[in-house]
């Protein structure tokens, strides 16, 4: 497998600097390339491996491209963003380079006769589809994927191992949900209905029903064991490119503005609206029925309890530190109150003797 | 579909003020209810849209109902608590509403002979039930839903698309569980078995078996992907009315007392036991071997270390604030004591001046 | 079922002090055991009980066994580590006492004709595995698991229920991976190739291929709903006799070392390398591109942002108290520069007074 550089651009645009003819077939780092392969250059910190490069191209910059001085016998694609250029065309080598499996539906899988399936996709082992499902063109279900009844999965979308989604959902077009995901189960709500006092108490918790679904735009992914509950009433609604990590959770009736990211670990209470282009670290909580801004980013580990009504970056969350001495930081703020009397004590003392100093 | 409100109240209680003959086909808020609807009043803070809706009915209770002083023409059903009684009439209204799959065990599941399933038992495709379980009346196992040797599921349960319940667990009668959860995995238990330090330390974990299984009440739900492990020697246990919400941890051996719910994200550690009446918030982490009164709280986020024997509200998270803050004040507090230094200081300072004033 | 003590320490080890001939059928507490059961002493508190428990035999180190003054008609296995040899020898019983599943595979089950399976494994219903898969001794893959094409699964391990591996990944010897877990899923990486700012921004998300593995090595465990994505281009690595509880998350192209256990609800951010030996707590969070030596402890809750280069326990995180004291904790820390105010303006007035006294 080798392509000519003029074949790529023709696919995937940019420019070529040197020759049109240098033919590539798989990609490499600038410093283990070969000449057959194509680097990138995505950081100007690693400007010094162009110069050095075997590569038989480097996606480049115009920029970073202007401050090579050893261009002789190099070739060079010229795009204004090398690595999602790079992310590009490795997604295209991999593609040809992996072996697709037929369309058609596996002889394991339970269809409802009331589901429509495109012809083109490709239906696991052990799938369920239930009544009134729509399965798109070119979308590709693995083994045991669950999909509840009237659920629909837009054109070209993959559903990996054991991804259950439940009835009344929607996934928008090149869905990628990765293995073990759960898509519309039932959101957290009960209705406290108890009489009396400490022991005395009786009753019980009512389960509130969750009639809404949940509404997924196109070119969301969806990661590992992640869990997004269906809306009580209304849907949950996740807008397209949202990309949400492994081990999230995603309350009832929250909306995922356009183009956030949700890093793994992170937990979203219920009704509570995240802008778009939001960045939420790793194992963030976010209270319910709160609202963040487009453009919030959230660090790693902090905890979100109220709005966030303006773009920024906002934390909550303290580095580890050698344990004897967060133990005794922790013993100070939890007297800290304390300080601040032995504080105002002082402050007291030294206006009396002020006063006096200035009787 | 459409009932009367003296229908209603004969199956649900309740008293009618108005037309008992009025009919209501389903639900709706107050403020977008029509003249065959039902909408309910659960915050005295709506109360002036009870004043204005359409609704055919409205859920009140007999205290907001003496506020309302447009009644003319207006139905109401009279109950202490109109939020519980919605949940409760909302779930019949789908449950009449949703199509019913056929009682039955689907041709692909895989059905150990020795299995004792209720005839009424619905059995879902590429289900497997191993020896000696026992499935009652009106259980619904869904697709994939793997049973273990010995376990009983309890009447009139729901087990969702993936869920795995492993051998020698209980589930009680009316449980929901939803897709993907894990019921009866082996607890983290391993003796160390090492000699020597550092780079010479040789040896190996060697894994405590975990002979306990997990024991659930009645009306306990399971959120989605969460885990429950199987006790070490006794069992795991769940009492009634649980509700537990998705991707939340439970070690083994755990005790959660009746009516206890835990959201969403939350881990305890092993051979923890939670009272009664408990409501701990999202992402918590409660250590092992430590126990929490009944009634007790715990904020979203928070850390429980220690045992927390009286009822009330524990809490040990921040909220997010902007990043810049944040980090002077976690600075500050990481040089906490040289503060109290600063303050100690002060007041031997001022304790010297002090006697010399008094001299 | 009884074994003498005497065919015990010929399979376990350890030596036998008193009768060679006794009997015992299974295990049990020291204040539990009756005269055909065999208990241990792990700690030395509860020696006491070693004076009066009718325990067939007592699994007991030299040390305690030398404290031991009523040792007549008792016996006792001699072994350093009688926790680990209580686990060994728990895990034969067990072993024994198990129906063991048929070689085989099931009807079920759909196998790709270029999988080798060895012929001692058991496969069970509605398990795929793809092609080029090889399934080695004494392997057991229960309901629903799924193998992708080129995986290999070492000999002598087991999978439970809707365990997902994915393509290109290798499990060592005896690896134990609870239910639900996911092993392989694509890390999270995208290319942002955005133009404009705020809501003239135009563009998307590129998804960075992962092309990596997961290779993992002998005798580790796998927790359910625990997932560990592939390497982005290297493989993500987990060595030998790593223990990971449930509900953990581990990044593209980290590497865990030996030994190293990891505590439920934990996170690993990408291409973090934690040592061997390691102990990491629930619901730790540790951020990607970091590096933590071997024998690091991190306390539970805790969060790491920075690599922790030396061998030692590490800690970030509060015990929860009451609700009020800690909001009023919280708040001061929110404002405790102002308190360093107070205090250098205290210092300045003294300093001032003091040079005053001295004049």
Redesign the interface.
Same mark, same amino acid.
């Given at each position: 497998m080798a392509f000519k550089l003029e074949d790529i651009v023709q696919q995937f645009g940019g420019e070529i600097v040197g020759d049109r003819t240098q033919q590539v077939g798989s990609l490499a780092?600038l410093d283990q390339a070969g000449p057959n392969q194509l680097a990138f250059l995505a950081n100007p910190k690693y400007l010094s491996q162009v110069e050095t490069t075997r590569a038989g191209a480097v996606l480049i910059n115009a920029n970073d491209l202007a401050k090579v001085t050893a261009r002789d016998g190099r070739n060079f694609i010229v795009t204004p !963003?090398p690595?999602?250029y790079?992310?590009?065309i490795?997604?295209a080598f991999?593609d040809m380079s992996t072996?697709k499996p037929s369309p058609g539906v596996?002889a394991?899988a339970?269809i409802d006769p009331s589901a429509t399936i495109a012809a083109s996709a490709v239906i696991?082992?052990?799938v369920?589809i239930e009544?009134g499902v729509v399965i798109g063109e070119n979308v590709r279900l693995?083994?045991?994927v669950?999909v509840g009844?009237g659920t629909s999965i837009g054109a070209g979308s993959r559903l990996? *191992?054991?991804v259950?989604v439940?009835h009344g959902c929607k996934l928008g077009e090149r869905a990628?949900v990765?293995?073990?995901a759960?898509i519309g189960?039932?959101g957290?709500g009960?209705? *406290?209905?108890?009489v009396g006092e400490?022991?005395a108490?009786t009753g019980?918790?009512?389960?509130?029903?969750q009639?809404g679904g949940v509404s997924i735009g196109p070119?969301v &992914?969806i990661?590992?064991?992640t869990?997004i509950?269906r809306g009580a009433?209304a849907d949950t609604i996740i807008e397209e490119?949202v990309?949400i990590?492994? %081990?999230v959770?995603i309350?009832h009736n929250c909306k995922v503005g356009a183009?956030t990211?949700i890093?793994?670990?992170a937990?979203i209470?219920g009704s509570t609206t995240i802008g778009r282009?939001c960045m939420i670290g790793?194992?963030v909580?976010i209270?319910g029925h709160v609202t963040l801004a487009?453009?919030v980013?959230?660090?790693?580990?902090?905890?979100?309890?109220?709005s %966030?009504l303006k773009p920024?970056?906002?934390?909550?969350?303290?580095?580890?530190?050698?344990?004897a001495?967060? !133990?005794?930081?922790?013993a %100070?703020?939890?007297n800290?109150?304390k300080?601040?009397e032995?504080?105002k004590a %002082? &402050?007291a003392?030294?206006a009396a !003797?002020?006063s006096g100093?200035k009787a």
């Amino acid at each position: 497998m080798a392509f000519k550089l003029e074949d790529i651009v023709q696919q995937f645009g940019g420019e070529i600097v040197g020759d049109r003819t240098q033919q590539v077939g798989s990609l490499a780092p600038l410093d283990q390339a070969g000449p057959n392969q194509l680097a990138f250059l995505a950081n100007p910190k690693y400007l010094s491996q162009v110069e050095t490069t075997r590569a038989g191209a480097v996606l480049i910059n115009a920029n970073d491209l202007a401050k090579v001085t050893a261009r002789d016998g190099r070739n060079f694609i010229v795009t204004p !963003n090398p690595y999602a250029y790079f992310a590009r065309i490795a997604q295209a080598f991999i593609d040809m380079s992996t072996p697709k499996p037929s369309p058609g539906v596996h002889a394991s899988a339970t269809i409802d006769p009331s589901a429509t399936i495109a012809a083109s996709a490709v239906i696991g082992p052990n799938v369920t589809i239930e009544a009134g499902v729509v399965i798109g063109e070119n979308v590709r279900l693995d083994a045991n994927v669950f999909v509840g009844r009237g659920t629909s999965i837009g054109a070209g979308s993959r559903l990996y *191992p054991n991804v259950a989604v439940y009835h009344g959902c929607k996934l928008g077009e090149r869905a990628i949900v990765q293995a073990g995901a759960v898509i519309g189960s039932d959101g957290f709500g009960f209705a *406290p209905d108890f009489v009396g006092e400490g022991d005395a108490r009786t009753g019980s918790w009512v389960k509130i029903p969750q009639v809404g679904g949940v509404s997924i735009g196109p070119d969301v &992914e969806i990661g590992a064991n992640t869990t997004i509950d269906r809306g009580a009433m209304a849907d949950t609604i996740i807008e397209e490119c949202v990309k949400i990590d492994n %081990l999230v959770q995603i309350g009832h009736n929250c909306k995922v503005g356009a183009y956030t990211v949700i890093a793994g670990c992170a937990g979203i209470a219920g009704s509570t609206t995240i802008g778009r282009h939001c960045m939420i670290g790793g194992a963030v909580g976010i209270a319910g029925h709160v609202t963040l801004a487009d453009y919030v980013i959230v660090t790693a580990k902090s905890g979100v309890s109220k709005s %966030l009504l303006k773009p920024g970056m906002y934390t909550s969350a303290f580095p580890a530190v050698d344990h004897a001495s967060w !133990n005794k930081s922790a013993a %100070l703020l939890r007297n800290i109150d304390k300080l601040r009397e032995r504080i105002k004590a %002082l &402050e007291a003392s030294a206006a009396a !003797n002020g006063s006096g100093d200035k009787a």
